[in-house]
Nanobody, 120 residues
Framework: QVQLVQSGGGSVPAGDSLQLSCEIS????????MAWFRQRPGKVREFLVG????????VYAESVRGRFTIAADNAKNTLYLQMNSLKAQDTAVYYC?????????????WGRGTQVTVSS
């Protein structure tokens, strides 16, 4: 397993932007699939976007496509989530996650989560 340390988040008005970071340590990441999830109040955790650390096109959920962007910095072993045009319904706890099998189907490492609050 890897260790995931999240940073970023906070409270912003609707329409603003935020960037979340997830610093990864503990293993070589070449075979990993990395993703961002969120859990809105009273809702189940939902997949937002993911990518193969070794390269390839990201996979986005329709709810965030065009507004959120995932990026990976190999030199810093850090995963980012750039969130633009934020809406009140984006209020949630955001998590980064790692799938060591590289399938994007089962995540065996999770960050602790970071709160994002968007006011309308």
């Amino acid at each position: 397993q890897v260790q995931l340390v999240q940073s970023g988040g906070g409270s912003v008005p609707a329409g603003d932007s935020l960037q979340l970071s997830c610093e990864i340590s503990g293993r070589t990441l070449n075979d990993y699939f990395m993703a961002w999830f969120r859990q809105r109040p009273g809702k189940v955790r939902e997949f937002l976007v993911g990518l193969q650390w070794s390269g390839g096109s990201p996979v986005y959920a329709e709810s965030v496509r065009g507004r959120f962007t995932i990026a990976a910095d190999n030199a810093k072993n850090t995963l980012y989530l750039q969130m633009n045009s934020l809406k009140a319904q984006d209020t949630a706890v955001y998590y980064c996650a790692a799938d060591s099998a590289g399938t994007g189907l089962r995540y065996d490492s999770w960050g602790r989560g970071t709160q994002v609050t968007v006011s309308s």
